[in-house]
Every structure is written in structure tokens, then in C-alpha cells.
């Protein structure tokens, strides 16, 4: 995009009087409609282009415009002129884009705004003040002192003026960058997101009060804005997602995930908790939410989990319920159709746990890591292979990470970066790296120690750069701590997505797909593909784009290759010890079997012994009672024999005397034993 109207200075002051600053202010009905937060930093901008770093003493007055407008230019510091120009240009582009159009034929002089200033400006603003420049010569007068800025000034768009006006990342270092606009309230446990160039912040928790603002940090001239939320529905993601107009309420350790052009925020902690996990949907074009309602088995409630996107599916593991009881669940929702599903993975899973970290490698394996439960935290790492459903948990090799939860991941490339956290002692403070293809960890920049913050990834100029935000380590933070990692973008969705990949894919598919006539007859597909190709690449800024599209397909497919070579690799030797151990368990398990049969054998031998044993106890008390009746009856016998002898004695008594004198010997006179009867 070549650059239109008149060169800086005129340009800057052309805007600052459209916008109503300087001694050549434009009318009030010809200002544009400025936020009350986007006046005080062009308030601040055009102070530090026209005077310099802010000296003056605090205003008195109650004006709350008047005291932000002094407090942002307070924190523009040593900020340069020019850069200062340059940004107020953007920002008013950015807010009214036709502004040079409204302002046509507004004549600027430059000399009145040089006398009225209290103070002398810039050397390189003086200069551009003495008289019209070409854009040739504004360049050669903008050079800065570091060769950062010179890049950056020397491209002809306004929109470059990216991260370095505002940063000078060292790589592999974390650096604070001047931040403009007015901060969001300090937060731990939010999420942030980066959509395109600027990187959003969404909830928390600040001193055991529950946050649900949305901020936005512009990543081009590293500026904080407050998203003014709207309610009311907006269009869904798709027809089979019936959906509810709301408002995000107050929440803390919810997760959130990018989805096509929304933001997705997925469970988290709240003062009103739901008995499930609801998915919210916020649109970045309209700044409205809506709840998306789903299906299936949708798991319980829950924060503090880990929320991962492999392609259309969210793999939600782990958290903390409302009763501050951890889970290690495994959770899967299909976005297309907005359907949940509980898995049940092979192997070992990961132990309860909550605030750990999660991400995916090569669209199949999902690696958990550290997080905490009641008084304990860990520094393990899990696979889940996602095509078997089978957990393994391997050894990496290099320096053993501290045991931390609360801490804060991003991959880039094949890195895995673990930032912060902490082991309920004390915030940690060295950034951890995973190399994926090697399962090698090393020890990265120091960070100040912070449980609860958040990392996001942002490309320029090719590389990525990781962002910092917030936190809790005694207090509660709301700094932006940025390091460039030197590693190239690679990253294949976002490359893929840009406008000149897909006119390049598409010239490439039509050329396979159509024909089209020539005065020969038809093209062929190369040529025609040739040709279609050329047309597109016609739309690129410059030829540096078009070779970095071509190399960057070359080198990503070639690296994706190699990583997933290697991976599989570590995997496999993974597998084959899983496979001996089942191997192992198989040969245990049929030993058991047969152990098994046998002790059921002899179970039912001893069922059977302890039947008959049952019988013969039986037995022998029936036999116990007939003998207790046989020993009655023969001391009955007994008795009768007794009797009887005593009958017979007693008969044969007398049978004796009757024998020895009889009724003779009565009449006699002789009675037996010789008694005689008296009268």
C-alpha cells in the first residue's frame, strides 16, 4: 500500500488540527467523534511530538480528561517525536479512516504550531518543520539512532509501525515494553488470546473478586483499550448451534480457545457455578457474547482445566469442581455439531489435578504437564496418543523442571515454553523449553516468579514473539512482559490463512480444475497455473513476500516431516515398551486365569466336602437322639427287669411256704415259720 497525502510533518499536523489540537484546531462539527479514552493519549502524543517528555507538574484541575491526558503523556517518556507523530497518524486512521479526505484542502502552517510550542522539539522534527520534503528525503531525516527503528521508518506504510517503536526484544530475554492507555485492573487467572494484531484479556480474579471485562492490547503500537461489550445474539458459528444472547459473567480459570473468527471461553470458576461446563461465544466484529448450547454427555462443571484445539474438537482434561475436588476426566466437543463425549483412554492417566498446562504435536499427541491438588504439586509429563486413546508417560531427558501449577504454556514450533507458577512456597522464576521432537527440557530467561498469568504468541517480520501478561506473587499484576525468540514462524494455520496463501492456493486449484481458451486452442495446467499464479502474486507488497510463501511451504512441509519423524520415533520406542509390558501382562493375566479355574475347582470341592460334612452332622444328631432314647429305654428295661426279679422273688417266697405246710399245716395247728396265729 503506496502512501497518500502530503508527507510528515504536514501529514501529523494536518490530523492533530482535524482533530482538534493545535492553534489551527478545525471547527468543533469538522472533529471527528473520538472515545473519551482515545483523546487523552492523542492529547499525550501530540504533546511529546511537539514539545517532548512531559516536565510539566500535575494539573489541579477536576477535569478527568485533562489529568489522564497528563498521566498517559507522563508515560510516553523519552518517547521520539517522530514515532510519536507517526502513532497519533495511526491512531486517528485507525478510528476515522477517512479522515484525509474530510480535511482536503485544510491548509497547515507549520511555522504558527513551531512558535506557538513553550518548549523546542526533536532535531528530527525540527528539520521536518523548516520545509516540504519528499518522501525520499523524509526518510533520510528520520533515520534514529538504533538500526531497529530504521526499518521500521523507512517503510512506506503507516501501519508498519510495529512492535519495535514501542520494544526493543533481545532474544531469549524478557524485557518490559512501554505500554500506552490506561492499564486493566492487575488479574491473575484470566486468558488471553491473540486475534490477528491484537491480543485480548478476558476475566480473572483480583483480590477474591471475579473479573469479566474484556481488554484489548493492540500489539502494533502496544496500546490498552476496554472493549465496549454489547449484548444481543449474533451470528452463530454454525446453523446447528442454537445459542442465547448474555453476558459474560465474573469468572476466574476458565479456558479460552480461538474458533474460527471467536473467541470460545470454556468453564471456569464463578461466584454462581452451573452444575455443567458452558461454552461461551464472544465475536470480536460485533463485541457481543452469546452461550452455545450443547450436547451429549456434557461433563460437570469445573476451573483451573486445560482446554486444548485439535482440529474441530476441544479436549478438555482435568480441573477443580465447586467442592474443591479434583478431576483427571477426559472430555471431548465436537464444534461442528456442539456435542460432548467422555473418553476412556488406555493406560495410566494423569493424577487429579488442576492448573496444569496442556498442548498438542503434530495433531495427535497431547502432552500434560505439572499442575497441583490440595497440598501438592507435580512436574510430570503425560502422552496421550489420540489416535489409540493410550496414555504413556515417558522420561525426558535434560534439566527436570520444578514441581509448579498456575503456570502459563505456548508452543512455537517445537518448542513448548512454561512460564511461571509456582509450588505453594513461592512464585518460579526460570522459563522452562520442551523440545517435542526430543523430549530434551532446558532452562530459558527468568521471569519474574508469577502464578496465574498468561502467554500468547504474536509473528512479525517473520519470527514470534511471546507476551506476558498479569499474574500473582504477593501482588497482582497487570505488566506486559515480551521476548523474541529468534525461531521463524512456522506455523502453518496462520500462514495458510493469510490473503496471499489463499489467492495463491486458489490460483494454484484452478489451474488443475478449469481451462480456459487461447488463440492455440487451451492452455495447459502448467501454463495456466503459471500464469494464474503470476496474476495473483501481483497483489503481494513486494517480491520479499512472494519468496517467503514459497520457502515457507518448502521449509514448514520439510520440518513437519522431520518433527513428526522424530516424534514418531520416541513414540514407537513408547509403544514397543507398552507393547512388551502388555506383552508381560497378557502372559500374567492367563497365569491368573488358570490359577483362577484351579481355585475355583477346589472351591467347589470344598463346597461339595462341606455339604457332606453338613449331612453327616445331620446324621449323627438324628444318631445322637436315638441314642438318648435306646439309653431311656434300656434304664426303662432296666426297671422291669427289676420289678420282675422282685415279682419272682417274691412269687417263689411264696411258693415255698406254701410247699413246706400249705393250708394243712393251718389246720393243724403248725403256721409257717412257726408263728401261731393269736385271736
Partial sequence: MARSGPPYPHRFFAAAAYSGFGPQASSPSLRPRLSDEIIPFLYALYQQATIGPCKAPKPQSRSQLEKKGWESWMELKNMA????????????????????????????????????????????????????????????????????????????????????????????????????????????????????????????NHNGRYLNDVQVLDLTNFTWSKVDLKSGATSPISSKEPRVATMFPPCAGHSLVQWKEKLLAVAGH????????????????????????????????????????????????????????????????????????????????PSPRSDHTATVQAGRYLLIFGGGSHSTCFNDLHILDLDSMEWSQPQPRGITPSPRAGHADIKVGDSWYIVGGGDNKSGLSETMVLNLSTLVWSVGASLEGSEGLSVTCAAYNGEEVLIAFGGYNGRYSNEVHIMKTNRKAKLPPKFLESPAAAAAAAAVKAAYTSQVPSANGFYTADSLQENRFEENMMDMPDPKNRKFITEEIRDQLSLALKHSADLEVVVSSLQAENARLKHDIAVTQTSN?????????????????????????????????????????????????????????????????????????????SPPNGKVPTA
Fill in 81 to 204: 517525536s517522530v514515532e510519536a507523530m507517526r502513532l497519533f497518524v495511526k491512531i486517528l486512521e485507525e478510528e476515522d479512516p477517512a479522515w484525509l479526505s474530510k480535511v482536503h484542502g485544510l491548509e497547515i502552517d507549520t511555522k504558527l504550531v513551531q512558535d506557538d510550542q513553550k518548549s523546542t522539539v526533536s532535531d528530527a522534527a525540527q528539520k521536518l518543520r523548516e520545509a516540504p520534503l519528499s518522501t525520499s528525503q523524509e526518510d533520510q531525516l528520520l533515520e534514529p539512532v538504533n538500526s531497529v527503528e530504521s526499518d521500521i521508518l523507512a517503510d512506506t506504510e503507516d501501519k508498519d509501525v510495529l512492535i519495535e517503536l514501542a520494544i526493543k526484544p533481545d532474544q531469549d530475554k524478557w524485557v518490559s515494553p512501554h505500554v500506552s492507555g490506561y492499564k486493566p485492573t492487575p488479574r491473575y487467572q484470566h486468558a488471553a488470546e491473540v486475534i490477528g494484531n491484537k491480543m485480548y484479556v478476558i476475566g480473572g
Fill in 270 to 349: 464463578s461466584k454462581d457455578p452451573s452444575d455443567t461446563v458452558i461454552v461461551r461465544a464472544f465475536d470480536v466484529k460485533t463485541n457481543s457474547w452469546s452461550v452455545l448450547q450443547s450436547f451429549g454427555k456434557v461433563p460437570f462443571a469445573r476451573g483451573g482445566q486445560t482446554v486444548t484445539l485439535v482440529g474441530s474438537n476441544l479436549i478438555m482434561f482435568g480441573g477443580e469442581n465447586s467442592k474443591r475436588c479434583f478431576l483427571n476426566d477426559l472430555n471431548i466437543l465436537d464444534l461442528e455439531t456442539m456435542t460432548w463425549d467422555a473418553i476412556e483412554a488406555v493406560g495410566t492417566p
Fill in 593 to 669: 486365569a488358570e490359577l483362577s479355574k484351579e481355585l475355583h475347582s477346589i472351591r467347589g470341592q470344598l463346597d461339595n466336602e462341606q455339604s457332606r460334612c453338613f449331612r453327616l452332622e445331620v446324621n449323627v444328631a438324628e444318631l445322637r437322639k436315638k441314642l438318648q432314647l435306646m439309653e431311656q429305654m434300656q434304664n426303662e428295661l432296666e426297671l422291669l427287669h427289676r420289678q420282675v426279679a422282685a415279682a419272682d422273688q417274691e412269687a417263689a417266697a411264696a411258693m415255698q411256704q406254701q410247699s413246706s405246710g400249705g393250708v394243712w399245716g393251718w389246720l393243724a395247728g
